[in-house]
């Protein structure tokens, strides 16, 4: 994230050489976001009141912390990104196709089948687990993405895709695996989710939409006045940096919120991340092998493999609180959405790495 120099191409010599365009704090970063986790889980177990006070500073139901942590997080990447190669990524069939069957027909399917296999006596846990599923990755992918190389472009794009279709798909596909299928499949009653359209826009606006603007403009008026070189060579490792803190402020902050919960309650924690750590190992090791079947370049089987895996935490812990309530154990399911992904992504950023070093040593 706080590489130096202008952003390379993909697929060029200068992203080849990833140790060494590394920053000291790139370099260590599962060490920074493991200490960040154990910061927030401290804090919210340890300072009384600081979980409560930090829910209390919302709007309509959005985390304003959270929500600042990922602005931050996020701006910074997509003022690397160079809007005007969009149209190669919008003409990338392959890729466009593979991610919308891959992120809204098979990674709810993939949840709701752990989730019964894994749950099939803890309702409350399992009813999560499946929320979580529906929420597809709108923002942190962006960090997994650009740290593996990804295709930023190709990350725009598919994240672009993926709040559209997050706003109209949502709700019916709520209804579909909490409600209708069970049914079908007896299995039991369904429950409904209560949660509006509006609410769905809003979240996609914030953690999307307004970074999406800012680094938009940025590059736009920074390009213009510099230059496209002189702003990736002198902008962009400035504000580089800033996606770092962004990340681990919103680590911390999400922990501290639920610290408190996650502690007091370790066997249902552990039973509930069995089944999300082998979804997110089938969703990116899955879609990783089907990148590479249909002849996608490293760089855009990264960002296709990341975009699968990762889910949008906020929009599902928003969600499991609104229709369930915050002490529920759907609520619960929510929280450790984001304790397992957080590690086990950044792991996944490794062997991503490790693949695209096998690759370029082959080739």
Do not use: H
Not at 98 to 105: E, G, R
Not at 319 to 338: C, D, H, N
């Amino acid at each position: 994230m706080a590489r130096t120099g202008p952003a390379p191409a993909p697929g060029s010599t200068d992203r080849l050489s990833v140790a060494a365009e590394l920053s000291f704090l790139d370099r260590y970063l599962a060490v920074w976001i493991l200490a960040a986790m154990a910061a927030g889980i401290g804090l919210g177990r340890l300072v009384p009141g600081l979980n409560g006070a930090l829910a209390k500073v919302e709007i309509g139901g959005i985390s304003l912390p959270i929500a600042a942590g990922l602005l931050v997080m996020m701006y910074p990447v997509l003022a690397k990104v160079r809007y005007d190669r969009l149209d190669a990524v919008t003409g990338d069939r392959r890729l466009m196709t593979s991610s919308l069957v891959i992120n809204w027909i098979v990674g709810p399917a993939v949840m709701f089948a752990l989730a019964w296999v894994f749950l099939p006596d803890l309702p409350e846990y399992r009813t999560g687990l499946i929320i979580v599923g529906l929420a597809r990755c709108i923002a942190m992918v962006i960090i997994w993405n650009d740290l593996a190389c990804g295709d930023r472009e190709a990350a725009a794009v598919l994240v672009a895709l993926n709040s559209m279709f997050q706003v109209t798909a949502f709700g019916v596909l709520g209804w579909f695996y909490l409600d209708l299928l069970p049914g079908w499949l007896g299995l039991g009653e369904g429950q409904r989710l209560d949660i509006s359209m509006w609410k769905i826009a809003l979240n996609v606006v914030v953690f999307l939409g307004v970074p999406l603007l800012a680094g938009f403009l940025t590059r736009r008026l920074g390009e213009k006045k510099l230059g496209r070189a002189r702003y990736e060579a002198n902008v962009l490792p400035r504000i580089g940096p800033w996606a770092l803190y962004g990340l681990l402020f919103t680590i911390v902050v999400l922990f501290a919120l639920q610290g408190k919960t996650i502690t007091s309650q370790p066997l249902d924690v552990a039973r509930i991340a069995l089944p999300l750590l082998v979804y997110f190992a089938i969703m990116w090791f899955g879609t990783f092998a089907l990148g590479k079947a249909i002849g996608l370049a490293y760089e855009r089987t990264a960002t296709l493999a990341f975009t699968a895996a990762g889910n949008n935490f906020e929009l599902a812990i928003a969600v499991a609180i609104a229709t369930f309530g915050v002490t529920s154990g759907q609520a619960l399911s929510g929280v450790v959405g984001p304790l397992i992904e957080v590690p086990v992504l950044i792991a996944l950023v490794y062997v991503s790495l490790a693949w695209r070093k096998k690759d370029t040593a082959a080739a």
